[in-house]
């Protein structure tokens, strides 16, 4: 892994602003930069924490200003409000792409990653006295640092190999401002296994404090809710799941409502494969509030959580070879094993649904597709058995944001 020296990250966010000019100064120097091509950015030099503190990552604190001018003569034709707005979007895109470089587990700049509950942004009602519009936006970025001892710690799940598949609640949501509904919810992976809903019918929705509508706290974090009626999110064609091996870790928080009126699962997780090929559902089903079945086409190993009807949880499963393994806020409960059962390449051609499982029979009068019931915040899934070591590193990321347990 690369160690990444604050110029490195400089450089790259430089790059990512196509719209104007950029400078690495310090805010008091816009007015020096009055004759600049506007829009402006502008990065001021960020404080950051020592690796003492987290064992290896420097931590920087990172303060991006944008300008752009609002000239008299202008306000004849464009509104002020419609200016700053221009601004806003121009510097959310910049963001995004930031982000987009620095997440991809993929790329060369692994060893950079964003804290994004850290991100706080707001317009700026005046600037020095001068026709500027300003919008300002802080975060915190952690790096492998030069000044780093012993070996690199495993913060964030994007260090650890295998990545296929990675959504959360907080961050690549499309959704209606108005009825919170959602339309795409985008892998943070890096992989392209982004998943979407064009149907208003079938939208779930986006919920960022306490609801009586929606399930679940979870730190007060971001969560997508799935009501009663059938509501589900997908990608749009086969192929793309990325689940090959034969082996894989796929951790799943979610609050879930519990409904035992039938046997037939309710998934929250499905990855359905083309033809013949293996399934995986995890979500309830009859008596078992939190439950993973994975078919390899022909044969089943099917496991549940064992350790109670708790419907707030953070919910791992992990196939290798031919046993599945659960586990339950960090705790490992019975695995099961079925004899013969062999996933390998049995989902590499596959589509994920979230909040339903839309191939599944219809149940009820009038049928409806058996759905999940309840708020999905986090799930990451690996192409591989995850060792004891990075399960609990994936664990305690995800409990660390949302303390669960």
């Given at each position: 892994?690369?160690?990444?020296?604050?110029?490195?990250?400089v450089?790259a966010?430089?790059?990512k602003?196509?719209?104007g000019?950029?400078?690495?100064a310090?805010?008091?120097?816009?007015?020096q930069?009055?004759n600049?091509?506007?829009?402006?950015?502008?990065?001021?030099?960020?404080?950051?924490?020592?690796?003492?503190?987290?064992n290896?990552?420097?931590?920087y604190n990172?303060?991006?200003?944008?300008f752009?001018?609002?000239?008299?003569?202008?306000?004849?034709?464009?509104?002020?409000?419609?200016?700053w707005d221009?601004l806003?979007?121009?510097?959310?895109?910049?963001?995004?792409n930031?982000?987009?470089?620095?997440?991809?587990p993929?790329g060369?700049?692994?060893?950079?990653?964003?804290?994004?509950?850290?991100i706080?942004?707001?317009?700026?009602?005046?600037?020095?006295?001068?026709r500027l519009?300003?919008?300002?936006?802080?975060?915190?970025?952690?790096?492998?640092?030069?000044?780093?001892?012993?070996?690199?710690?495993?913060?964030?799940?994007?260090?650890?190999p295998?990545?296929?598949?990675?959504y959360?609640?907080?961050s690549?949501?499309?959704?209606?401002?108005?009825?919170?509904q959602?339309?795409y919810?985008g892998?943070?992976?890096?992989?392209?296994?982004?998943l979407?809903?064009?149907?208003?019918?079938?939208?779930?929705?986006r919920?960022?404090?306490?609801?009586?509508?929606?399930?679940?706290?979870?730190?007060?974090?971001?969560?997508?809710?799935?009501?009663?009626?059938?509501?589900?999110?997908?990608t749009?064609?086969?192929?793309?799941?990325?689940?090959?091996?034969?082996?894989?870790?796929?951790?799943?928080l979610?609050?879930?409502?519990?409904?035992?009126?039938?046997?037939?699962?309710?998934s929250?997780?499905t990855?359905?494969?083309?033809?013949?090929?293996?399934?995986?559902?995890?979500?309830?089903?009859?008596?078992?509030?939190?439950?993973?079945?994975v078919?390899?086409?022909?044969?089943?190993?099917?496991?549940?959580?064992g350790?109670?009807?708790?419907s707030?949880?953070?919910?791992c499963?992990?196939l290798?070879?031919?046993?599945?393994?659960?586990?339950?806020?960090?705790?490992?409960?019975t695995?099961?094993?079925?004899?013969?059962?062999?996933?390998?390449n049995?989902?590499?051609?596959?589509?994920?649904?979230?909040g339903?499982?839309?191939t599944?029979?219809?149940?009820?009068?009038?049928?409806?597709?058996?759905?999940f019931?309840?708020?999905?915040?986090?799930?990451?899934?690996?192409?591989?058995?995850l060792?004891?070591?990075?399960r609990?590193?994936?664990?305690?990321?995800?409990?660390?944001?949302?303390?669960?347990?």
């Amino acid at each position: 892994m690369a160690i990444t020296r604050l110029t490195d990250i400089v450089d790259a966010m430089k790059s990512k602003w196509t719209y104007g000019d950029k400078d690495f100064a310090y805010e008091f120097e816009v007015n020096q930069h009055h004759n600049t091509q506007y829009p402006y950015l502008m990065i001021i030099p960020p404080d950051s924490q020592l690796p003492e503190v987290y064992n290896g990552w420097e931590s920087y604190n990172f303060e991006i200003d944008f300008f752009d001018l609002y000239q008299t003569k202008s306000q004849q034709t464009v509104k002020l409000e419609q200016k700053w707005d221009n601004l806003e979007d121009l510097s959310l895109e910049w963001l995004n792409n930031v982000m987009i470089k620095f997440n991809n587990p993929t790329g060369s700049n692994v060893g950079v990653y964003f804290l994004e509950e850290s991100i706080d942004i707001e317009r700026v009602k005046e600037v020095a006295n001068d026709r500027l519009i300003q919008i300002k936006m802080k975060f915190t970025m952690r790096g492998v640092t030069r000044c780093m001892f012993g070996s690199i710690p495993t913060h964030n799940p994007s260090q650890i190999p295998n990545l296929a598949m990675w959504y959360s609640a907080d961050s690549y949501i499309n959704f209606s401002i108005p009825t919170k509904q959602v339309n795409y919810w985008g892998d943070k992976s890096g992989n392209g296994t982004n998943l979407y809903q064009d149907n208003s019918t079938y939208q779930p929705k986006r919920y960022t404090y306490p609801s009586s509508e929606s399930l679940g706290i979870f730190n007060n974090k971001t969560r997508i809710y799935f009501p009663i009626k059938p509501k589900y999110l997908s990608t749009n064609n086969y192929g793309l799941t990325g689940l090959s091996s034969g082996s894989f870790t796929i951790f799943v928080l979610y609050n879930a409502r519990y409904i035992n009126s039938d046997i037939v699962m309710r998934s929250a997780f499905t990855s359905e494969s083309n033809g013949t090929h293996g399934k995986i559902n995890i979500g309830s089903a009859g008596t078992d509030w939190h439950r993973a079945t994975v078919s390899d086409g022909t044969a089943t190993i099917s496991a549940n959580n064992g350790f109670g009807n708790s419907s707030q949880a953070l919910f791992c499963y992990k196939l290798k070879g031919d046993t599945l393994t659960p586990y339950i806020n960090g705790v490992k409960g019975t695995p099961v094993t079925t004899v013969g059962f062999d996933a390998t390449n049995k989902f590499s051609l596959g589509k994920i649904h979230l909040g339903a499982d839309p191939t599944a029979a219809a149940i009820g009068n009038p049928p409806e597709i058996p759905n999940f019931e309840g708020s999905l915040v986090e799930i990451i899934a690996y192409d591989s058995a995850l060792n004891d070591f990075d399960r609990g590193a994936v664990d305690k990321y995800i409990n660390d944001k949302y303390k669960i347990y």
